[in-house]
């Protein structure tokens, strides 16, 4: 019988969240723009403590999706 090795998969599952000042560095945006958007209902945004936050998943999703200012009620 042959010996065979039998490699296990994992797939390592990590939850990363960002915060305003994380976006702001991202993007290159104002705090008052990334604000508004963490404020914004229709945003993934979440409360951590005193902190408002995004999971990535939640903000890739997000920013998958066409958002126009003109069709967004909130930005007018």
Do not use: C
């Amino acid at each position: 019988m042959e010996n065979t090795n039998i490699r296990k998969l994992y797939v390592a599952s990590e939850v990363r969240f960002y915060t305003i000042a994380d976006l702001q560095k991202m993007l290159g945006w104002s705090e008052n723009v990334v604000q508004k958007l963490f404020n914004d209902p229709k945003f993934p945004a979440a409360d951590f403590g005193k902190r408002k936050v995004v999971e990535v998943h939640a903000l890739i999703d997000y920013f998958s999706k066409r958002h126009e200012k003109e069709n967004e009620r909130y930005w007018q």
